[in-house]
């Protein structure tokens, strides 16, 4: 494995929220057909890979809460 490949292998860690009600269950991320099953509300050691892909989740989530909020506000319908 070439130094490129073996940097992407570090785990990192992570923490998915959890609240007992809506967020309890685990979450399935899968990138490029590899997948794994992350347990929330503990720290877990996950490939980078999905680490980013939950965070480029989260961020899209931001984004699309903000346009149907500016939408709702000026009155326009939000399918």
């Known amino acids: 494995m070439n130094k490129a490949n073996q940097k992407d292998e570090e785990l990192v860690e ?7 009600d809506r967020y ?3 979450v399935f991320v899968c990138v490029n057909g590899e997948s794994c099953l992350i347990k929330r509300g503990v720290p877990v050691k996950v490939r980078p890979m999905f680490a980013r892909a939950l965070a480029d ?18 009155g326009e319908a939000v399918r």
């Open 24 to 26: 309890q269950d685990d």
């Open 57 to 74: 989740s989260a961020e899209q989530d931001k984004l699309a809460e903000s346009m149907m909020r500016r939408a709702h506000e000026r």
């Open 14 to 20: 992570i923490t998915l929220f959890a609240d007992g």
